[in-house]
């Protein structure tokens, strides 16, 4: 369960940050057969994923708010303000994303796999899984940033002391 939603996190941060390198790889590689990218396209309905990337679109914006606004009310105000325009610009283009996505699916799993994903997630449980999907991943995300930042205070720490032991004043 992990794995998936580590897959679909890793996803978004790839196409909302790297847009342009994701569709030169895309070109690069072998096109998926016209069969793997219908059964995939209709995984990606079947899973829901753009509801779920659309549940997680205020989370990241929210993740976001600190590093740009940096304790400005003016800034705040006007980033709370911008945030309801920016997701509905995002949501428009989700059709891209949706096929992108399509198109990772249908190049890293056959025909035949895809179609049991499919038959997996519209069984109660696969359903449940989806229905779930969203939360569990803004806590694994939330999980994720606090573990980053003990493991980035730890290593200063570390890296500090082991400076003042080959003699720097830090």
Aim: hydrophobic letters at 50%; glycine letters at 4%.
């Amino acid at each position: 369960m992990l794995h998936r939603v580590a897959r679909v996190t890793a996803l978004l941060v790839v196409v909302m940050s790297l847009a342009a390198p994701l569709a030169r790889a895309q070109t690069a590689a072998p096109a998926p057969t016209p069969e793997a990218l219908a059964v995939a396209r209709e995984l990606v309905t079947t899973i829901h994923l753009m509801d779920q990337f659309k549940a997680l679109m205020p989370a990241i914006m929210k993740s976001m708010k600190p590093a740009i606004v940096q304790g400005r009310s003016d800034v705040d105000h006007d980033y709370d303000t911008l945030t309801p325009i920016l997701l509905a610009g995002f949501q428009a283009r989700f059709n891209e994303l949706s096929e992108a996505v399509a198109i990772v699916y249908a190049s890293n799993f056959t025909p035949d796999d895809l179609r049991g994903l499919i038959a997996f997630y519209k069984t109660p449980v696969g359903q449940t899984f989806l229905r779930k999907s969203p939360i569990v991943t803004q806590q694994s995300l939330l999980a994720g940033q606090k573990f980053g930042q003990s493991v980035a205070a730890d290593m200063r720490q570390r890296i500090i002391e082991e400076l003042r032991k080959k003699g720097h004043d830090l």
